[in-house]
């Protein structure tokens, strides 16, 4: 018989039936004892300890244990005591001859009492916080680590979240940019943890000296900045919870994209999918209650900030400036100068003063070289017999109609035909390579084998116009002598026909 149902038949036929105790205890054989519990209570109340447990080997090491406890709170969580490395120091350094399961459940039930407890806060409307993650993907064909930032905002639980190949200053302030217009406006105020890239120094007081970048950041859009207590994530919990749920949702399984571009392309029609979802506990959708949000924001939205990480740079020998670990190419003209590099998340731009002088694509590796074939040419045209051994030119893949001119005009030009073979390419300088490409294509089937030919042919190319090409102007092709007309030679021609 169940517990529970012995309980209610012994008194039922004590308190209802009105038998004595004893002979309820006869009739259904449990001790007088037993059914005088079970008339104070209407179910088992089960065991319950008067005293704490005796621990006679343990209790005059408590004090030992709860001050290494009490320690390690101060200590990062990686190198906090583990109950057997309490046990070893008991043992070792204090003389403890118990067992290591005594101390396992003390430290245990230490750790639960111990344990912080937070106060349910409220979240008006127009308030931010933001915080980087971490995912894999495949991005190219190549699997690499997919840094997100993500930005929060807890009234209406909106998200937004953004990919790219590396957490750094120039992906920060892009995310805001990126951030500020989706949400078409400006949060009130964000909050963050103490990164580097917001954060230069936590001063004694408490207080932030800002970075550079991010003083510009809020000086450009004027949110109000706050910041949670080191290593407290749940200081900024709503934005923590986003990075995981943007990992789960937007990132499983593993994401293959082309490029960050699609990547992002993704992510933000998650972001706007979002918005139709009705969370537990609120009546209106994410997207109704953005409007709270909203209402509260700063309007318009300025000009985009310039997000990008300024460095000054210099100039080498070889025409290249040194950005992050790698060399990005410049002009040859621009030799041994002091210029500034501006890095953004997917591009290096170079200037001299207030000229813009190189464009590159962004390279994430380290110690390589970025290369732009037009910048070397000049040089090349000065130094021809450079042309095969120039690292600018070794990856750069030409139409095949490029090497058909060039053994042309080397075979009937001898060494000067590789120079002139350079200045072609200079046309690419200021023509686009399908308009250069078709112009050398032209020019070889005309038998018009030359710089001027080809800068003709590309000009009537753009312009619009019937090529109109002056052969007296290309001394080097071969060319057909007519000699004057002889009757005699005419003659000997009939009289061999007629043999």
């Known amino acids: 018989m169940k517990t529970v149902e012995l309980y209610a038949r012994v008194r039922h036929a004590v308190l209802i039936e009105g038998i004595s105790e004893r002979a309820a205890a006869d009739r259904f054989g449990i001790n007088a004892r037993t059914v005088s519990k079970m008339l104070k209570?209407?179910?088992?109340?089960?065991?319950?300890?008067?005293?704490?447990?005796?621990?006679?080997?343990?209790?005059?090491?408590?004090?030992?244990?709860?001050?290494?406890?009490?320690?390690?709170?101060?200590?990062p969580k990686k190198q906090r005591h583990t109950s057997k490395r309490i046990f070893e120091r008991l043992r070792d350094e204090h003389g403890f001859t118990g067992k290591i399961t005594i101390v396992k459940d003390y430290v245990a039930v230490w750790r639960q009492r111990t344990q912080e407890m937070f106060v349910p806060l409220v979240h008006p409307p127009g308030h931010a916080q933001a915080d980087f993650g971490e995912a894999i993907g495949v991005i190219g064909g190549v699997e690499c680590k997919i840094h997100f930032f993500a930005m929060d905002l807890p009234h209406s639980d909106a998200i937004f979240v953004v990919g790219y190949p590396a957490e750094t200053t120039e992906a920060f302030c892009d995310g805001h940019v990126r951030a500020?217009?989706?949400?078409?406006?400006?949060?009130?105020?964000?909050?963050?943890?103490?990164?580097?890239i917001a954060v230069a120094r936590i001063l004694g007081n408490g207080k932030r000296q800002r970075t550079r970048v991010f003083s510009e950041l809020q000086s450009h859009y004027l949110f109000t900045d706050r910041f949670g207590r080191p290593g407290k994530g749940n200081d900024k919990g709503k934005v923590e919870g986003l990075v995981g749920y943007a990992r789960r949702n937007f990132l499983v399984p593993i994401p293959v994209f082309a490029?960050?571009?699609?990547?992002?392309?993704?992510?933000?029609?998650?972001?706007?999918?979002?918005?139709?979802?009705?969370?537990r506990g609120h009546d209106g959708t994410i997207g109704e209650r953005l409007e709270h949000d909203l209402a509260t924001f700063q309007k318009p939205l300025p000009a985009p900030y310039d997000a990008c990480d300024k460095k000054?740079?210099?100039?080498?020998?070889?025409?290249?400036?040194?950005?992050r670990l790698n060399d990005y190419s410049v002009p040859p003209a621009y030799g041994h100068q002091k210029v500034l590099v501006r890095g953004y998340v997917h591009e290096v731009v170079i200037s001299c003063g207030v000229e813009v002088i190189a464009r590159h694509l962004r390279s994430y590796e380290r110690a390589d070289f970025v290369f732009n074939p037009l910048h070397y040419l000049a040089l090349i045209?000065?130094?021809?017999?450079?042309?095969?051994?120039?690292?600018?030119?070794?990856?750069?893949?030409?139409?095949?109609?490029?090497?058909?001119?060039?053994?042309?005009?080397?075979?009937?030009?001898?060494?000067s035909g590789k120079r002139e073979f350079v200045q072609v390419l200079r046309l690419m300088e200021v023509f686009k390579i399908d308009d250069v490409a078709a112009a050398v294509r032209d020019a070889i089937a005309r038998g018009a084998v030359g710089f001027d030919a080809v800068k003709h042919l590309v000009l009537c190319r753009i312009e619009r116009r019937p090529p109109r090409l002056d052969m007296t102007i290309y001394p080097y092709l071969p060319k057909a002598t007519v000699a004057a007309t002889s009757a005699r030679s005419y003659m000997d021609l009939l009289a061999g026909a007629a043999i």
């Open 381 to 415: 045209e000065q130094k021809p017999n450079a042309l095969d051994q120039a690292a600018p030119l070794a990856d750069w893949q030409l139409p095949e109609e490029f090497a058909t001119l060039r053994r042309l005009l080397e075979a009937r030009m001898g060494k």
């Open 180 to 196: 500020f217009a989706f949400f078409d406006g400006v949060p009130r105020s964000i909050l963050y943890d103490n990164t580097r």
């Open 41 to 75: 209570f209407s179910v088992p109340p089960g065991y319950v300890r008067r005293k704490p447990p005796l621990r006679p080997k343990l209790d005059e090491f408590t004090g030992v244990i709860d001050g290494i406890l009490a320690a390690d709170r101060e200590r």
């Open 259 to 279: 490029d960050f571009a699609a990547l992002n392309a993704h992510l933000l029609e998650g972001c706007r999918k979002r918005l139709a979802d009705r969370l």
């Open 312 to 323: 000054p740079g210099s100039v080498n020998s070889l025409s290249l400036v040194r950005y």
